[in-house]
């Protein structure tokens, strides 16, 4: 079977990216990425400087296949009937109310969607679970496909989460370690797994393309961001240790990773994993453990996101402790507000649960990013402390102390403090005057000057 439509319901940090790439290496497809939000479709058809997600890399694939045979509209219905195959890539985020708040993940966008194509699709469809789910929803999926189309139109359910990593997301989806393709054994199911194989195909060697049954594709992806987030939480939790002891975190890092069998990667120190993937997935794999009466495995990996909740609250206390516990009225720059460098998503970022903290305790805040907007922090303060339960007019002061500085320069004006929370390039070589104090979330000082250092694990 060969795909020449494909619909992409989505058009996130996931949809938007991997279309674009999936338009580019595939010239003869006709991709159409959709989305409820107006705003989001309109950024992604205006200019190129202004595209709704910064990724670098991104805005010359997107200029290469918009308008040629990538397009972005908000005509969700049209879009899903006239394409053989439907990628699902909705948001699911932990769901904050009812059965599993807290923990496991919010379906209603994705069941939305599943039922959406259930009414419009009339001829048949290969329906692609892009997003990250718990594993088993294809079931749920396929029950609400069979409940709400109509009976001579026949689905076909893959998985097929998405690795990306933002901040790399075109240089991953060009090199992708693996492609994961979960489907049905039966003859139709292999038939659409081949047919989304045939389209990596165009520029992913076969051997990295994996076919497997759907519950090891959807399971695989949180096992991956689970064994990703206890490699930062194991080696963050060995930071306090060395503060106690006297090792030196680097060193222990370097020693640890040149053991073939563990490897380097995932293995620096730093305030916290933050991100929209890593505490989500986890959360949930930890829902699904329970569920399924695993109470042991739960709490294992729980541990991973305590471990990183205690690393946020361990620098946040440093900063306080270095002023003997009063940070009233003191200056503090926060550099760097997204969850890493080179993305303008600030979703969980360590940032924000340190500059509350901060806040909450009378600090001023002087906050500089080079992507992330004046709105997006302000919201990601105000959700804060609204989940955190502080009424309307506490949060009214507290964003009061917040200042929001256009330059570096600015936000270390007269600096009592600096707290380095993301690893920006342009904050890597920063001479400091010699009466700031400076901590380094990132665990990379280089030329400091006299200020006085506090690093995680030193
Ligand atoms: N962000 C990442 O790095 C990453 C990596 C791998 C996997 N994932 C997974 O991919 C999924 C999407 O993540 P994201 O970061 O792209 O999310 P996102 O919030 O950036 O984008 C989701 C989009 O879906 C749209 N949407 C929601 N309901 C809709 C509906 N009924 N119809 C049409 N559009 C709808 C929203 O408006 C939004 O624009 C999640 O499950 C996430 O866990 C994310």
Known sequence: MQIRNICCIGAGY???????????KCPDIKVTVVDINQDRIDAWNGPLHQLPIYEPGLKEVVAAARGRNLFFSTDINGAIDCSEMIFMAVNTPTKTEGEGAGMAADLRYFEACAKQIAKVAK??????????????????????????GKDDVH???????????????IQDLFKSDRVLIGGDPSPSGQMAVKALAEIYAQWIPREKILATNVWSSELAKLASNAMLAQRISSIN?????????????????????MDHRIGPHFLKASVGFGGSCFQK????????????????????WHQVVKINDYQKDRFAQKIIDAFEGNVQGKNIAILGWAFKKDTNDSRESAAINISA?????????????PMVTGDSINNDLNNFWKMSNFSNNMIKEFILMINIQSSLLNALDNAD??????EWDEFKEIDFSNDVKV????????????????NIGK
């Open 237 to 257: 939790s060995l930071s306090a240790l060395c503060e106690k002891t006297g090792a030196d975190i680097d060193e222990l890092s370097k020693a640890i990773g």
């Open 417 to 422: 403090a600096v707290a380095i929370i993301t």
């Open 281 to 300: 997935d986890i959360l949930n794999l930890v829902y699904l453990c329970k569920y399924y009466g695993l109470d042991e495995v739960a709490e294992y």
């Open 155 to 169: 689905f076909e359910i893959l998985s097929n989460p998405e690795f990306l990593a933002e901040g790399t997301a």
């Open 357 to 369: 903290r901060l806040i909450e305790k009378g600090a001023l805040i002087q906050i500089y990013d």
């Open 123 to 148: 001829t048949d469809k290969i329906v692609v679970e892009k997003s990250t789910l718990p594993v088993r929803t294809a079931e749920k999926i396929k029950e609400i496909l069979e409940k709400h």
């Open 14 to 24: 996931v949809g938007g990216p991997t279309m674009a790439v999936i338009a580019l």
């Open 439 to 454: 901590f380094d979330g990132r665990n990379i000082v280089k030329s400091f000057g006299n200020s006085d250092i506090y």
